[in-house]
């Protein structure tokens, strides 16, 4: 095992400190240039077309999800336990200067996310079930003309999310529950694994359906408990914003040079779990955002945008606010266990179990929407049903056994295989980029002419349904 430890260790080294940093924080700085910072100037129409979902019930075709449900399936998946355990991580690695490299990785993170959605309605098709599938697979093959790439993110994608990712899912629901409630984590595991069962075997509707309707209550919960923290403890809301900015450019002036926190681990661990956590270039949301039924491509692109926003300058920030100004990424926990002692510091006993509660409901979400995510490659790499039982199969089996892992090397394992999968979305990205630059202007052009028109879907029109 400790032969293992090392080689992922060194992966991930080589992969998160140099390729991936510079590649992520690239590609969204070069596209949000390239597209005229759309994260500001189109910031607000996203958020009326969010928001106003929240509370209008939308309809959409047999086979697809309407807008709101592809959404809230990307925000079920982008909210879990990277915002709770993964924020947590980065303080006590990275120091509170992570949290700033979270935020920055998260403003050029909209923009890339805008490109990955528009790409995947754009590229999207209709599957032999007559159910819409896409998302960077689709458009690797579509778009960039290589079967061989995309099979490679397919498989990437498929050992990241739904199997390695969900481990993590797992691991920290169970640690957490097992802290307040003093149960085996085995058990917890089995029962999340049973509970996941029932909804996979009802494939995307009720998925969507299930998403619809907990991500916008879990999500205003956990805020509202975090507004609480930071009013109890207001008095430290400066200070601990002031060394989150300080933290970012001189750790040593924070905590001290024996701390051994650099700014390179600071950027290191807040780039990491911020793409762990709002999924941002990583090629994991395209594959709900695909089948969201909208009229243009470009709507879904803005509604992408805000999912980024809500995850990490929303929900992160929430948790790393009460993390800091409690105190409790100085007592020598990890993970979830620093979140859960920051709560149990604001709120007693009930604090422990209010997080366990959130993060139950955060995690699970994640590995409803990573198991999506990962059935809709399965559909690219084989065709038939049978691959697809296999698939929910061996997801259980992976939630089950993430349940009582060691956390750090199950993270370790994750940020490699989350690594692995970026790489070749960042090159379609790349070379696509013009493509999506093409759909924004097309949106443009239909909104100044007054009547938005339904966008043209190359593929899912060759495609023919059974």
Not at 418 to 443: H, Q, R, T
Request: hydrophobic share 55%; charged share 15%; proline share 2%.
């Amino acid at each position: 095992m400790a032969v293992l430890e090392n080689i992922v260790g060194f992966i991930n080294g080589i992969l998160w400190d140099y390729v991936l940093i510079i590649g992520l924080v690239g590609m969204g700085i070069y596209v949000s240039f390239r597209l005229g910072f759309p994260q500001i100037t189109r910031f607000r129409k996203g958020a009326r077309k969010v928001f106003g979902g929240v509370f209008k019930k939308e309809q959409s075709k047999e086979g697809s999800m309407s807008s709101f449900q592809a959404l809230a399936t990307s925000i079920a998946a982008q909210i879990g336990t990277g915002n709770v355990a993964g924020v947590a991580t980065a303080i006590t690695l990275g120091g509170p200067g992570a949290v700033f490299w979270m935020w920055i990785s998260a403003f050029f993170g909209m923009s890339t996310i805008f490109v990955e959605a528009t790409l995947a309605q754009k590229y999207r098709e209709v599957d032999s079930d007559g159910q819409l599938v896409g998302g960077p697979a689709y458009y690797i093959r579509n778009g960039l003309k290589s079967k061989g790439l995309a099979s490679f993110f397919a498989v990437a994608i498929i050992i990241a999310l739904g199997f390695i990712g969900n481990m993590v899912q797992s691991n920290s629901i169970a640690d957490a529950v097992s802290r307040a409630f003093n149960l085996p984590q085995i058990i917890i595991g089995i029962i999340i694994a049973i509970i996941a069962g029932l909804i996979f075997i009802g494939g995307m509707k009720r998925i969507a359906s299930f998403a619809e309707m907990v991500v916008p209550i879990m999500a205003a919960l956990y805020i509202l408990g975090a507004i609480i923290v930071l009013v109890l403890f207001n008095g430290m809301i400066i200070p601990t914003l002031k060394n989150i900015v300080v933290g970012a450019l001189n750790p040593g002036a924070v905590l001290g040079g024996a701390a051994g926190v650099g700014i390179q681990q600071a950027i290191r661990f807040g780039v990491a779990r911020g793409l762990f956590s709002n999924e941002a270039g990583m090629g994991s949301t395209p594959n709900s955002h695909a089948v969201a039924d909208v009229q243009h491509p470009a709507e879904q692109g803005l509604s992408a945008m805000i999912a980024v926003f809500i995850d990490t300058i929303l929900v992160c920030t929430a948790t790393a606010l009460v993390i800091l100004s409690t105190g409790a990424e100085k007592l020598g926990l990890q993970g979830a266990g620093v979140t859960q002692e920051a709560f149990r510091i604001a709120f007693g006993p009930i604090g422990q179990k209010f997080l366990a509660v959130c993060l139950t409901f955060f995690a699970f979400t994640t590995v409803i929407g990573w198991y999506y995510f990962g059935e809709n490659n399965v559909r690219f790499l084989f065709k038939g049903r049978n691959a697809i039982k296999i698939y929910q199969v061996l997801v259980l089996v992976f939630i089950v056994l993430g349940s009582y892992q060691k956390v750090d090397f199950v993270w370790s394992l994750a940020d490699m295989f989350n690594g692995i999968m970026v790489i070749p979305n960042l090159i379609a990205l790349f070379f696509l980029l013009k493509e999506s630059k093409s759909i924004l202007n097309d949106y443009d052009k239909q909104v100044a002419s007054g009547k938005l028109l339904h966008y043209e879907y190359a593929f899912e029109k060759k495609v023919k349904v059974k």
